[in-house]
């Protein structure tokens, strides 16, 4: 159930609450159903108030997806503390319930379903949450747990392979939905011996 804003609420809340509202839409309709009308139903302002802060359904769909690879950046970054081996293992484990728990938005931010232009706008987002994969394996590199190499193509071959498997998971198509938390364990496993020092 939406909350209605309290008025004379500060900008930056309204936004925020915007984006609530625009996220539960979009994870619950859908796409097709993240329309300027629903998300001011769904946080009980006037349509008006969305294009004030948005200008209308591509800046939503834009801070919805901001709001998302933020997310996941914050999901893979594991604290300092463990060896880094271990924190790239746990970042694996977060990326998958990162996706697990927002399918659409998920599914948004790595297809083709949005216009080219709100993802090259989404670089400064984007570009943290691998980042945070990136320094990730640097480190291990460094403690002398995964081999030498470049960072950054180490780092897309792990994010390529639990993107690959987190998405077949999302689409239904691991033949043991059951079976799918030990199957992306068993994958992140041969990942991190195949890049094993």
């Known amino acids: 159930m939406h909350s209605v804003l309290p008025r004379r609420t500060r900008s930056v809340a309204v936004r925020g609450a915007l984006v609530d509202a625009a996220v539960r839409v979009l994870e619950r309709d859908g796409l097709v ?5 629903a998300v001011a139903a769904e946080a009980g302002v ?7 802060h948005f200008e209308g359904k591509d800046g939503l769909i834009l801070a919805v997806l901001e709001r998302g690879f933020d997310g996941l950046r914050e999901a893979i970054t594991i ?3 463990p060896p880094a081996l271990d924190r790239i293992r746990a970042s ?3 990326y998958r319930t990162f996706a697990l728990a927002n399918p659409i938005t998920y599914e948004l931010m790595f297809g ?7 993802h090259e706008r989404l670089t400064p987002h984007s570009k943290p949450a691998l980042g945070a994969l990136i ?3 640097a480190q291990a590199q460094r403690e002398g747990t995964v081999r030498e190499g470049d960072p950054m193509s180490q ?14 998971e999302l689409s239904g198509s691991i033949p043991e939905p059951e079976q799918a938390e030990t199957i992306y364990g068993g994958l992140c496993e041969a ?3 195949g890049l094993a020092a």
């Open 155 to 168: 780092a897309i071959q792990i994010w390529s392979a639990v993107h690959g498997s987190v998405s077949l």
């Open 191 to 193: 990942v991190l011996i």
């Open 92 to 94: 694996g484990i977060g």
């Open 33 to 37: 159903g993240l329309t300027v009308r």
């Open 112 to 118: 083709r379903s949005v216009a080219p232009e709100i």
């Open 135 to 137: 320094d990730l394996v």
């Open 46 to 52: 006037a349509p008006m108030g969305v294009y004030n």
């Open 79 to 81: 604290r300092p503390g």
